[in-house]
């Protein structure tokens, strides 16, 4: 599938350096093609990374997708340059009256603040409020996942010990989701974080279906019953060495922090990361995208509800 994004947007250089099809606007505009309208909004503060590895994981679905990018207004990114987020991210008051078939949340290095104290956190509730009735399915990773599962269902996170860092297998619980068709029995997926949600809270929701865990890593996947809500723990899209980025950036400010687990062979960083998760990632993102949001949504998304 092509992914369709601005002509002049920095991932496109990397897209088309991988063999990813990549359409361009003006290319786009020649087609009589319905595209799938999703909206990232993206609270990392290495943007262009992020975007990045999300299209890289929207590319290989039957369909053309249309992606935009959101930032939010109540906060100041300091780490993307500023011509960046000018030419290629709107807010949510440009687009608050369109609709989506699709939308990400992606995480943010905000867990150890309480959600309230998080400076967007208002303007966040207002999206993910919008969402209900502008969005067909939405994702929400890691941080995102737990500001999700709190604000639309009072799920709690729990700080963790030590942070869980590294690359976890993980198992369906629900072996017949779409979510998971195709996945073997053991499938691998990066975590870096502190916080954690707790199963025990997923279960008592009459209105969540619990569907991947991993004995290191605790919840991974929970959906909505309506499948209009997803949210995960853990990130999939991460690229080979965003963990031993993470690893090096913290070590070189003296920061005590172990070694990520089952990633660097031997344990030990002199050696390059190995990549188990890759497959498995492209095809969740696939799946999500199929099953979840092009089957399923509206073919004239005013009707959406």
Wanted: aromatic share 12%.
């Amino acid at each position: 599938m092509p992914i369709r994004i601005p002509d002049s947007l920095p991932a496109r250089a990397v897209l088309e350096s991988e063999n990813i099809f990549v359409m361009t606007e003006f290319r786009a505009m020649h087609q009589d093609i319905r595209p799938l309208n999703v909206l990232i909004l993206n609270l990392m503060p290495t943007k262009i990374v992020t975007e990045t590895q999300l299209l890289r994981k929207l590319s290989n679905s039957p369909l053309q997708v249309q992606v935009e990018l959101l930032q939010t207004a109540s906060h100041v990114s300091h780490n993307t340059d500023a011509d960046h987020l000018s030419s290629f991210y709107t807010t949510f008051g440009q687009i608050k009256d369109k609709k989506y078939d699709g939308m990400i949340i992606t995480g943010a290095p905000v867990e150890n603040l309480d959600f309230a104290d998080v400076d967007y956190w208002e303007e966040l509730c207002q999206i993910m409020e919008w969402t209900k009735t502008h969005v067909h399915s939405t994702l929400h990773i890691c941080w995102g996942a737990q500001a999700g599962l709190y604000y639309h269902y009072g799920i709690p996170k729990y700080s963790l010990a030590k942070k869980l860092f590294g690359v976890f297998p993980h198992k369906a619980v629900k072996v017949q989701s779409p979510l998971f068709r195709g996945f073997d029995d053991e499938f691998f997926v990066p975590h870096s974080r502190y916080t954690e949600n707790r199963a025990e809270d997923i279960l008592a929701q009459p209105e969540l279906e619990l569907l991947a865990v991993s004995e290191q890593a605790g919840v991974f996947a929970v959906k909505s019953e309506d499948n209009r809500r997803f949210f995960i723990t853990g990130h999939p899209e991460y690229d080979a060495g965003t963990l031993a980025n993470e690893y090096f950036r913290d070590v070189n400010k003296g920061l005590d922090i172990q070694v990520p687990d089952n990633y660097f062979p031997n344990d030990d960083p002199a050696n390059p990361p190995e990549v188990k998760w890759r497959s498995a990632a492209q095809l969740f993102y696939s799946n999500w995208l199929n099953y979840y949001v092009y089957q399923t949504t509206p073919y004239d998304l005013r009707t959406l509800e």
